[in-house]
């Protein structure tokens, strides 16, 4: 059994749900470990994170200039169905950077 490291998501958010990152194969289970958010505008922002289509944080708030860290241990099966991480903001100045680890 192989664990690897993997940077999942290193991307400036869009305003519509987007695919941030997908399950590298079919034989993967990924499992994220840590979210970093950051809001770069200078006025509140909210965003959204799914894991699956299931949300994780859903139209949080997030102060002008900060930064919100969310340590978690998430699996992604091998057999789900989605196999991805999905999400968006309220405007292009928020920042995903989503890491984790694919065992194979």
Do not use: C, H, W
């Not at 499992?31 to 505008?41: F, L, R, W």
């Not at 969310?70 to 309220?90: R, Y």
């Amino acid at each position: 059994m192989a664990v690897t490291p993997v940077v999942m998501a290193r991307a400036a958010a869009a305003t519509s749900n987007t695919t941030l990152y997908t399950v590298s194969s079919t034989s993967a289970t990924a499992i994220v470990t840590n979210i970093a958010v950051a809001n770069t505008a200078t006025s509140t922002s909210t965003f959204t994170i799914n894991i699956d289509g299931v949300a994780v944080a859903s139209a949080v708030s997030l102060s002008a200039n900060s930064t919100t860290f969310i340590d978690l241990k998430q699996v992604i099966p091998a057999n789900s169905p989605a196999k991805t991480i999905s999400g968006s903001a309220s405007t292009t100045a928020v920042t995903f950077n989503i890491s984790g680890v694919e065992v194979i």
